[in-house]
């Protein structure tokens, strides 16, 4: 987003502070400027100065449309629900870096297997990082990845596993968020 937009509150809005993770709440005709729109969220800072989320889902707060979701495959098979899960997570993003999860390189595991008692039901395992230990928005994170691939079709269940070991590096970064970043 080239040009910052300013917008007054309509309603009220759930927010997450950030870095800390703290939630709280944003009244009606409180200013807030957009700071970065990626992925299904909001990342925004008050008059104050504080940066907060808002979720997609409180798109209209804004004035603006809620984000949706990239179109998925129906299919059930794990092949597909294991496609389907890296395509969620390249629209989830850490609300202070404008780069997804993916091409950060957090994400360091994707296992998706069917389920013993139903072939088109799958059970999802990731193991992903955060950028620092300790990270606030981490569970915030965290949740993000499990509640768009538990929205997935063919998909049972979901466990997302932060780990810290090994501990993330920017090599760990594709050439494209090295490139969007001006690192590479």
């Known amino acids: 987003m080239a040009e910052r937009e300013s917008f007054v509150l309509t309603r009220d809005v759930n927010i997450i502070t950030i870095p800390d993770g703290t939630p709280g709440t944003l009244g009606k ?44 495959v129906s299919e059930t098979s794990a092949e597909e629900v294991e ?13 202070e870096i404008p780069v997804n999860i993916v091409d950060l390189g957090l994400v360091y595991y994707c296992n998706v297997r069917p389920t013993e008692a139903d072939d ?9 990082t955060l950028t620092a230990p300790g990270c606030g928005m981490g569970p915030v994170i965290q949740g993000d990845v499990e509640k768009g691939i538990r929205a997935l ?32």
Not at 156 to 177: G, T
């Open 29 to 72: 005709g409180e200013q807030v400027t957009i700071h970065q729109s990626l992925g299904n969220n909001y990342t925004v800072v008050t008059e104050q100065g504080h940066m907060v989320r808002i979720a997609g889902a409180d798109a209209d707060a804004l004035g603006k449309e809620p984000h949706h979701l990239h179109t998925v």
């Open 120 to 128: 088109k039901l799958n059970d999802v395992h990731i193991m992903m």
């Open 153 to 184: 079709p063919g998909v049972a269940s979901v466990n997302v596993e932060v780990v810290l070991d090994p501990p993330w590096s920017r090599d760990m970064m594709s050439e494209v968020a090295q490139l969007q970043l001006g690192l590479y």
């Open 83 to 95: 496609k389907n899960c890296w395509e969620v997570m390249k629209t989830v993003y850490d609300p």
